[in-house]
């Protein structure tokens, strides 16, 4: 079976337990509204600020929700030790690694549609200027999120790593997706998407990077 | 005429998890279509015995082969012919049975059309289609040996199946070992429970994981 | 190998290390003196500049430090030999220091100068960075009880970590440079005068060596591990701690 359809295969499974299990619309969406809506607290009312800050918040809560998205992916594996079911069967590794990066980015960008216009609606941001942009950068962010995190989500097999050491490892490696989605997000709705692109091809580059490191070393953690 | 490779051979297999010594140097030589019966206590090392051969872990001194592949070197196609129904049923809580099932058969390129036998066969197909989060363990044991069967593996590997299950479920269990015997599998079966493993051809106990030096019996000389 | 050889052994090596932190004193020293009383003040910055002396080797050593665990990661995953895991955990413990040294200083050396203890400096927040996965690192080797896991986890997270590192740099820079914050940068655009340019690179090198020692230092402890691991292994499984050691390629207490 080709690499291709293994990581099908894989992903439609994931994604057929995320869409049973409800976890991304039950939890992590309302996990993402109520944080931005508190940030909205802790900074507003007033409208300049939260104009300004508006792109920041809105990574921030795509990132904490990414982590919580894919601790849960995780947790469907460790429940009655799926994932030795994966390891011991012919599978590539590279296409576990894929599969549950794709359907968790899946998840993600439906979480997405709903927030970001959630967001411009609360903080006054203007997505119509430069649409594509916008979708670019939350296309291109949220699939380096997917490889951070597709990755270092096998740890979540130890409960320790699931409490502190997932989160610690994910956050100062996604920094770069961080910087790059807030600047060309601030852009895009700035009317300025055109100036976004050295920012889009930092994201792409962080985006190589992490899907061919993955694919090389996923094996490694998944192994005893 | 050739001789297949016996179904396993393992030469001062140790496994060691941290300081605990979970298998201590077994040496153990399964030929192919037996049915070995281990009998031991919780902690005799049954479980690192059985996953070792099923290569889900790797020894960390020690050698061995299965099916005449090394250990270490052919894990990937060891485990093609292996399969080990162990302490875990490795189900996906939020699908169901069938949905299960399927995926296993994808991930092993299996056809689907034994399925619904398969169900029947295991007393299943009634609850097939409801997820699993709401199965009692006897069911889920049920779906683990449906597994089994879709895939009747060279060598068949069997960690405690019995705990926790009614009689009836047992039943199930040891209908597929009969199975296996019949179309000529080799199944390794370790279990506690001393009302089972009659259909055993031989027999070995652990103790503190070691396997403790055997008498041959008749069938082997 | 005889029993002779072995002690031979053991003898040079403590020789070695002990030669080697006499040097590190030495060059130390060295650096001290060039840097507090050779090398002239600074024409802005006057004796707050000094700092330089041991904020840039400390730096310095914190990504080689990386670069060290980046590569003995690989060289594990690869030869899958305790030496590689046990030097990529070395040098991440003596490592982390560093980075943590480093960034202390560069706020410290920035407070007069700058007038904040921290701008966001694209170096220096890059330094922050890689000081925060040095801790994921360490804290992952903490996870697995078995030494295998361990070594295993802790050298993808190696891996990755160290190949961010240059792209979270990049970011930072860009990110930074957008902004018109404080033009003086720590550096200073003028040329380095000799005096000060031998200073630092004495400086470069006695940190250099004092990394080297607290490496060698933090590998004998190591080895002692594992030997400890081996004994305490010894009489449950019936081998003899040096053959465990030397039978499943130093690899000791897990698979």
Known sequence: MSLLRQTALIAAKDL?????????????????GTLLIAFGLSLGPGRTLLQETAPGLLWLAVLFASVLSFRQAYQSESEDGAIEGLLLAPVDRAAIFFGKAIAVVAALLVMEVVVVPMVAGLFGLSLGREPLTLAATFVLGTIGLGAVGSLFGVLTESPRAREAVFPLLVLPLATPVLVAGVKATSLAVGGRGGEAGSWLGLLVAFDLVFMAAGTLVFGFLLED | MPVAAPA?????????FGVIPALVRADLRVERGD??????????????LLRIIATAISPTYGSGTVLGMDLVARREEIRRRTELLGHRTRLYEDLSARENLRFTCSLYGLET??????????????????????YSQGMRQRVAVARALIRMPALLLLDE??????????EVVD??????????????????????????????????????????????? | MGSAERMMGKLTARRGERVLGWLTLAALATSAVMSLVIAPPDAEQRNAQRLMYIHVPSAWLAYLAFAVVFLSSIGY????????????????????????????????????????WWTWDPRLTTTAILLLIYVGYLAVRKLPDSPARRARWSA??????????????LSVTWWRSLHQGPTVRLLGESTIAPAMLAALLVGVGAFTLLYLYLVTLRLRVGRLEDRVLAEALSPRVGQSPESLLAEAGEVVGGG
Not at chain 2, 182 to 206: N, Q
Not at chain 3, 156 to 169: A, E, K, N, R, S
């Open chain 1, 16 to 32: 057929r337990v995320e869409v049973r299990g409800r976890y991304a619309l039950g939890a992590v969406l309302p996990f993402a």
């Open chain 2, 8 to 16: 396993v051979v393992l030469s001062g297999v140790t496994r060691v």
């Open chain 2, 35 to 48: 049915t070995l019966l281990i009998r031991g206590a919780n902690g005799a090392g049954k479980s690192t």
């Open chain 2, 113 to 134: 059309r034994t399925l619904e036998d398969v169900l029947e066969r295991v007393g299943l197909t009634e609850v097939a289609g409801e997820r699993v989060r709401g």
């Open chain 2, 161 to 170: 199946p019995y705990s926790g299950l009614d009689t009836e479920a047992k």
């Open chain 2, 175 to 221: 209908r597929a070992v009969l199975d296996a015997q019949r179309a000529g599998r080799t199944v390794i079966l370790a279990t506690h429970d001393l009302t089972r493993g009659g259909m055993a051809t031989r027999t070995i106990f652990m103790d503190g994981g070691r396997i403790l030096p055997q008498l041959p019996t008749p069938s082997q000389t």
């Open chain 3, 77 to 116: 995953l690869r030869t899958k030999r305790t030496r590689w895991d046990r030097l990529a955990a070395a040098s991440a413990e003596v490592g982390v220091l560093f980075t943590a040294l480093a960034i202390a200083l560069g706020s410290i050396w920035g407070k007069p100068i700058w007038g904040t």
């Open chain 3, 156 to 169: 993808v997270v190696g891996i990755v970590g160290f190949l961010d590192v240059p792209i979270v740099h």
